[in-house]
């Protein structure tokens, strides 16, 4: 009987589960460049994400439309925030290739709640395209 009361627990669907669901966070936005922007100089350097949390959880990732991956620096908080709500965040790129299109895609890992397996999510944020 125990044991199919720990398994209907880790489904998180039945009683005797205590553990909250899964925390959720708003997909954060990319500021600049902007989404669908074109003709953006491949030494732009910094890429403006602006975030609802203090923090910007998770992983980003930039790919090229072919799908070669871009390394990233950590994400820092601007020292002017614009917005009283939320952060912005720089987040340093190194030059890009010209006249490719980039998706900026993010990646974060909840866990799961009543001991289930953790919930991974992706998000596409926007793209832009290099002159």
Wanted: glycine content about 12%.
């Amino acid at each position: 009987m125990l044991a199919l009361s720990l398994a209907a627990c880790s489904t998180g669907s039945q009683s005797g589960c205590s553990q909250t669901a899964v925390q959720s966070y708003k997909t954060p936005s990319m500021v600049s460049p902007t989404n669908g922007a074109t003709g953006v100089s491949g030494a732009i350097g910094t890429i403006q994400i602006q975030s609802q949390q203090l923090t910007l959880p998770g992983s980003l990732t930039l790919t090229s439309a072919s799908g070669a991956s871009v390394t990233l620096g950590t994400p820092v908080a601007a020292k002017n925030q614009p917005v009283p709500t939320g952060t912005l965040f720089n987040v340093p790129v190194a030059t890009l290739a010209s006249g490719t299109q980039y998706n900026l895609g993010w990646t974060i890992t909840y866990p799961g709640s009543c001991l289930g397996p953790s919930v991974v999510k992706s998000a596409t944020w926007g793209s832009f395209t290099t002159q």
